[in-house]
């Protein structure tokens, strides 16, 4: 059986659990961690969004998302910062369920959309997006700053 939970402040190991699963489903190299004051912090913001999904009661798959509130008007935007499934759960409907949760929470924030940052090299993801709805826009770039 599925399971879709938005994770709080009392489920700081399975936040901890997720964010190994972002870092090792894609080999970003050895895990790292934020401090447990700022995980708790972010599990305790309302504005922040960590979303698991599970299997069987098995952490599976999951997603972080930011809700960014504009100054020109009262809607709020959510940024997708990161969305995963582990590699033997996929093309299962997980992904779809994780995105629909999201749509449920950006509706309940007001938010007119969402906002993905997605390299036009990955492939895999914009043929995700894609399949999820028929308009979504793909003209706008996102560019990354070091403040180094």
Request: hydrophobic share 40%.
């Given at each position: ?25 894609e080999d970003m190299g050895p895990p790292t961690y934020a ?114």
């Amino acid at each position: 059986m599925v399971g879709i939970k938005r994770l709080q402040i009392s489920d700081l190991e399975l936040a901890r659990k997720l964010i190994h699963l972002f870092q090792t489903e894609e080999d970003m190299g050895p895990p790292t961690y934020a401090s447990k004051e700022r995980l708790l912090e972010l599990l305790s913001d309302s504005s922040f969004y960590m979303i698991a999904a599970f299997q069987d009661g098995t952490l599976v798959g999951g997603l972080t998302a930011y809700v960014l509130r504009m100054y020109k008007d009262d809607i709020a935007k959510i940024l997708l910062y990161e969305i995963e499934v582990q590699q033997d759960w996929r093309r299962q409907g997980l992904g779809t369920l994780l995105i629909n949760r999201l749509k449920e929470y950006a509706r309940q924030e007001g938010a007119s959309k969402i906002l993905i940052p997605v390299t036009s090299t990955n492939q895999n993801a914009i043929n995700f997006y894609n399949s999820l709805q028929n308009n979504i826009t793909t003209d706008d770039i996102l560019i990354s700053v070091s403040i180094a």
